[in-house]
């Protein structure tokens, strides 16, 4: 099946209103936080080592995001994944900055290779460097990505059984057979600080919609509508703003007041040719 209801997946995220455990970086927790809360979901903010297993058991998807590391941060996150994994629950994970540094590099490979994720999701440069499909980062900014990261994304979704996301003016989603080009969006998405790891939240959001233990088409499928909503958001706040103060404030009252056959309608929703 290749149509995403997006409308069904936003009404399921607003009538479960699933609890999303976050890990996330310290520029962005409050933003993450509202992003969650506006579309309808439960944030949950925990780091401590005593208690994100316990935490990560309960919610209804654990998102991971390592921009601001230390090795606390890295030893929750695995305390936090290893215990999702064991329930059950879907992982996501956000590998910001990873080809910036060897410490990044070391720790998204660390993390990639000892938990079991549902969504991996990076803007397009992150995601090409971590594939070995050629891609650039200064800093946590994408600086280009290679014409063939669609075709590494496949195949790394398919041997890791998980659904991979790069991110950028067009989004690129695959369950490792399928491959989605989502082309929604406005440029002041990236004038504000986090937008990424915002998308990084809400796809918890939806991976929690989809359910405990499911496939990477389940996840993929939660991810297209997820990012789609976002990214229509992301539009109807661009109308609305005059620069990027006001647009993150109009982007969480989009999320908020957000139509689902309105969302359905506008979509630039393409599954690319096997």
Not at 54 to 77: F, S
């Given at each position: ?34 992003g ?6 439960s944030p949950?903010m ?33 305390i ?11 992982v996501?994970f956000d ?19 000892e938990l ?10 992150e ?16 600086q ?11 195949r ?28 929604n ?6 004038a504000?600080?986090g937008?990424?790891c915002?998308a ?7 991976a929690?919609a ?24 992301g ?12 647009f ?27």
């Amino acid at each position: 099946m290749t149509t995403v209801d997006v409308a069904a997946w936003l009404d399921k995220v607003r009538r479960e209103r699933p609890l999303v455990h976050n890990i996330t970086n310290l520029v962005v927790t409050n933003v993450a936080a509202n992003g969650l809360l506006a579309i309808g979901a439960s944030p949950v903010m925990a780091y401590a080592k005593q208690e994100v297993a316990d935490m990560a058991r309960i919610a209804g998807a654990l998102a991971l995001n390592m921009g601001t590391l230390d090795e606390d941060v890295v030893e929750a996150m695995r305390i936090a994944g290893q215990a999702a994994n064991a329930a059950g629950v879907p992982v996501v994970f956000d590998p910001v900055g990873v080809g910036a540094t060897p410490y990044r590099n070391e720790v998204a490979e660390r993390l990639t290779g000892e938990l079991q994720l549902a969504i991996l999701r990076g803007n397009a440069g992150e995601i090409g460097v971590l594939l070995g499909a050629g891609g650039e980062v200064k800093g946590v900014d994408s600086q280009g990505a290679a014409s063939g990261l669609p075709e590494a994304m496949r195949r790394y979704a398919s041997a890791h059984g998980c659904c991979v996301i790069a991110t950028g003016p067009t989004d690129y989603v695959t369950d490792g057979e399928r491959v989605w080009a989502l082309s929604n969006g406005h440029p002041l998405m990236a004038a504000i600080t986090g937008s990424g790891c915002v998308a990084t939240a809400i796809l918890g959001a939806f991976a929690a919609a989809a359910g405990r233990g499911q496939d990477a088409a389940a996840y993929a499928e939660a991810a297209v509508a997820a990012l789609t909503c976002y990214n229509v958001a992301g539009e109807l706040a661009a109308d609305k703003a005059q620069g990027p103060g006001t647009f993150q404030a109009a982007l969480f009252d989009a999320l908020y007041h957000l139509d689902g056959a309105y969302v359905s309608e506008v979509a630039k929703i393409e599954v690319l040719p096997a």
